[in-house]
């Protein structure tokens, strides 16, 4: 069975520090898979995505992540956090030619100054 | 280009009542999606529509019915609104299954 596990569901960093999202994913087939971000009373909004070309892909607002296979994770970094950040990310995971996503249950990030 | 736009942007309703939420996506995506959202539990699928004039159940569709209306258009229709579909609902279009979903800015209902 595939799914998505979003390994923390609170992350506090200090403005100006490196932020890291983890997320690993469980699949028989290929996946496409990607992040998005949420800020308070919005709709999510698309970060990045993995679909199976260079397995490190980068994003909007400087936000990058790496696709291992090996590991099976998908983790989404960022080198330096601004107080804009703070908002909930959710991990995606979908396969081609289907209407099944499935979503993590969100990382709520922090960003103190 | 609005992208995806979703209507009402709140609604409270009481126990028993019925209301339809709209939405529209001018992208021309082919695929169009309804899900709901609770605290804690991420984002869960009510119904699909793959194509215009296909749909299909989703994870959690018991209380609601859709209709895709043209490429543009797909409802979701409470018939008699229940305290547990208090949530926040949201649409999504994606161009085909399996790629990038772009989202509504959402409907937050409450059933009292």
């Known amino acids: 069975a595939q799914s998505v596990t979003q390994l923390d569901s609170h992350v506090s960093v200090s403005e100006g520090t490196p932020v890291l999202l983890r997320c690993n994913y469980s699949s028989s087939y290929s996946p496409s898979l990607f992040w998005y971000v949420q800020h308070p009373n919005k709709g999510l909004q698309l970060l990045l995505k993995?679909?199976?070309?260079?397995?490190l892909v980068k994003g909007i607002n400087g936000f990058e992540a790496e696709f291992k296979k090996s590991e099976t994770s998908f983790h989404l970094t960022k080198p330096s956090a601004h107080m804009s950040d703070a908002a909930e990310y959710f991990c995606v995971v979908s396969f081609s030619g289907t209407y099944k996503y499935i979503f993590g249950t969100g990382t709520r990030l922090k960003v103190l100054a | 280009n609005a992208g995806v736009t979703q209507t009402p942007k709140f609604q409270v309703l009481k126990t028993g009542q019925s209301m339809t939420l709209q939405c529209a996506q001018d992208m021309n995506h082919n695929s169009m999606y309804w899900y709901r959202q609770d605290p804690g539990m991420g984002l869960r699928l009510i119904y699909y529509s793959a194509s215009e004039g296909t749909t299909d159940k989703g994870e959690v569709p018991n209380g609601y019915n859709v209709s895709r209306l043209n490429k543009r258009e797909f409802s979701l229709r409470l018939e008699s609104a229940a305290p547990s579909q208090t949530s926040v609902y949201f649409c999504?279009?994606?161009?085909?299954?399996?790629?990038?979903?772009?989202f509504g800015p959402g409907t937050r209902l409450t059933v009292t």
């Open positions: 993995y679909t199976s070309a260079a397995t």
């Open positions: 999504a279009s994606s161009d085909n299954g399996g790629g990038e979903q772009y």
